[in-house]
């Protein structure tokens, strides 16, 4: 989406193929990220999965407040944003997720 937007192909397929793609990805990667983040701790995996869905709405409020305050008529804050977070998502899943990602007792 971001390179389409940037050589400025501005069409309604331009966003929905690539935004549909990030929705799929988003549909794999959050259900696994939630059971990551709680997994560790069994007895406490209620306020584990409270404190994780509280961190995605604090950062999604931000993203929100960052895209609002840059709308400009054009595709460029919509797809720039989705390109930096798709980009970090990924450096996170290829760094500290290899890393720190192996369960205890394996």
């Not at 192909?9 to 690539?18: K, N, R």
């Not at 069994?42 to 409020?61: D, E, R, T, V």
């Not at 977070?85 to 890393?99: D, E, F, G, K, M």
Request: glycine share 16%; aromatic share 8%.
């Amino acid at each position: 989406m971001g390179l389409l937007a940037l050589a400025g192909v501005h069409t309604v397929w331009a966003i929905v193929a690539p935004a549909t793609l990030t929705m799929l990805a988003h549909g794999v990667h959050q259900p696994c990220g939630q059971t990551g983040a709680v997994g560790p701790f069994p007895q406490a995996a209620g306020a584990a999965s409270a404190i994780n869905g509280f961190l995605m709405m604090l950062a999604a409020f931000g993203i929100g407040g960052w895209l609002g305050a840059r709308m400009d008529g054009t595709v460029l804050p919509l797809a720039l944003g989705t390109w930096f977070w798709s980009v970090c998502i990924a450096l996170v899943a290829w760094t500290l997720v290899r890393r720190h990602g192996e369960p205890h007792g394996h």
